[in-house]
Nanobody
């Protein structure tokens, strides 16, 4: 399974950050797969953002829930992240990752993409 993040590298404050994760070698609708978005800000640890499950159900971090939307395109086998009203503190490397089961860690990761929030 391979995951590839894509999207703008620079977003202005108050705008919406939009990223796409293209999945190959596996279906995002396959049973028991959970497709996560995770980020790492400069000098900080990993921060989980949320996931969309194989069923289409979503679950978000409580701290980001009000600004986050994760969706999917089953035809193109893609998972998308939208983070609204961004601020400079949202500058981070954004990763998509697969979690094969709800209990357990991630088994496949994308390489990540750096998104900078700046005017």
């Amino acid at each position: 399974v391979q995951l590839q993040e894509s999207g703008p590298e620079l977003v202005k404050p108050s705008q919406t950050l939009s990223l796409t994760c293209t999945v190959s070698g596996g279906s995002i609708t396959a049973s028991s797969g959970y497709w996560n978005w995770i980020r790492q800000s400069p000098g900080k640890g990993l921060e989980w953002i949320g996931y969309i499950a194989y069923s289409g159900n979503t679950y978000y971090s409580s701290s980001l829930k009000s600004r986050t939307r994760i969706s999917r395109d089953t035809i193109n086998n893609q998972v998308s992240l939208q983070l609204s009203s961004v601020v400079p503190e949202d500058t981070a490397v954004y990763y998509c990752a697969r979690q094969p089961e709800l209990v357990g860690g991630m088994d496949y990761w994308g390489k990540g993409t750096l998104v900078t929030v700046s005017s």
